[in-house]
């Protein structure tokens, strides 16, 4: 079989949509778990196959299904590979005739196959499938971490703002850090600030021990690095800590590190794909036009959002899932 290279680019010819209620002003809510105090699992259906488990993963291009899954739909594959960081995965690429999250309906969107058996125990649940943005670039949504919903609809502008850089398809902030601008992967699957040290040659020195952490393709070990000034669109977000990687083979990508809005205690995050705008409201801003306080519709039936958020889990490894380009 020959080999299988994944193209680097949003291509919504793959991955046409339509999106229940996309012409209201209504929104639409998903409820979703939060493992790990940050990885976003909702419930969505891949081809035939309802009530699977799915990670909102914005670090992801192409999406990824679990191995197990090929097989029960029975879906051919192709050989390629699968760069995450530091690490190049032997992979194969399918097909999806459809994978459904709310009002989302994607047909036949090219995939990534792996043996997701792993990721499902750090994270303490089955996991079906990383869904990135080649899913979810084709309409706006917002995550509410505290009340614990993922919202699709209008746009929505929070309290703060930046403009979304496209970096080869892929959603990026410009951000500064001590001064010295960086790229950055928006990345909701990331639990950490994290740097790669080839690109930021001007870094402090580490200020804790190593972090040992763990990707879809095994073992990294990073860094703690103090930033005095963490800067996203001209405002300061104070000093944090940053995980300095040194990855052997991410060379060829335009971004410099990924940027977890948990990290940073962002209450909610919003994505506006009209505008290219990522939004967030941090727990001691005011409610705007993303005010989830009110009752909202969630498949159909009006609930009030309003109580107390469940607990959530204790940190998870780092990861984004990045395709060869070979």
């Not at 080649?134 to 609809?153: E, K, M, S």
């Not at 600030?193 to 990294?220: C, H, M, Q, Y």
Request: glycine share 10%; charged share 20%; proline share 8%.
């Amino acid at each position: 079989m020959g080999r299988y290279v994944f193209l680097l680019w949003l291509c919504a010819s793959l991955a046409p949509l339509t999106a229940a209620g996309q012409n209201t002003p209504n929104e639409y809510i998903v409820p979703i778990k939060l493992y790990r105090d940050h990885v976003i699992v909702v419930q969505g259906s891949i081809g035939s196959m309802a009530k699977r488990n799915l990670v909102i993963d914005t670090g992801a291009y192409p999406s990824v299904i679990d191995q197990s899954l090929v097989k029960k739909l029975g879906l051919p594959g192709q050989a390629g590979e699968m760069r995450v960081v530091e690490y190049t995965l032997k992979a194969e690429s399918v097909v999806l005739p459809e994978i459904q999250i709310g009002p989302l309906d994607v047909h036949n969107i090219r995939v990534v196959a792996q043996d997701l058996g792993t990721l499902s125990e750090q994270i303490g649940v089955r996991i079906d499938a990383l869904v990135g943005l080649d899913v979810l670039a084709n309409t706006n949504f917002r995550v509410d971490y505290t009340t614990r919903i993922l919202v699709f609809g209008p746009p929505v502008k929070l309290t703060s703002a930046a403009p979304i850089r496209k970096a080869l398809g892929m959603a990026c902030l410009d951000v500064r850090m001590n001064g010295r601008p960086q790229l950055m992967l928006l990345d909701t699957g990331s639990a950490n600030l994290v740097l790669f040290s080839d690109r930021a040659p001007w870094l402090p020195r580490p200020t804790g021990e190593k972090l040992e952490s763990t990707n879809l393709g095994g073992d990294i070990a990073m860094l703690p690095v103090k930033m005095s000034d963490f800067e996203v669109a001209g405002q300061s977000l104070g000093p944090h800590d940053v995980y300095v990687s040194a990855p052997k083979n991410m060379g060829p990508y335009p971004f410099d590190g990924m940027f977890s809005p948990t990290a940073l205690q962002f209450r909610q995050i919003a994505f506006d794909f009209e505008h290219q705008l990522f939004s967030w409201e941090t727990s001691g801003a005011k409610r705007g036009s993303g005010d989830v306080g009110r009752p909202q519709r969630m498949d159909g039936v009006i609930v009030d959002m309003r109580g107390e958020p469940p607990s959530v889990g204790l940190g998870f490894s780092p990861h984004a899932v990045v395709p060869s380009i070979k």
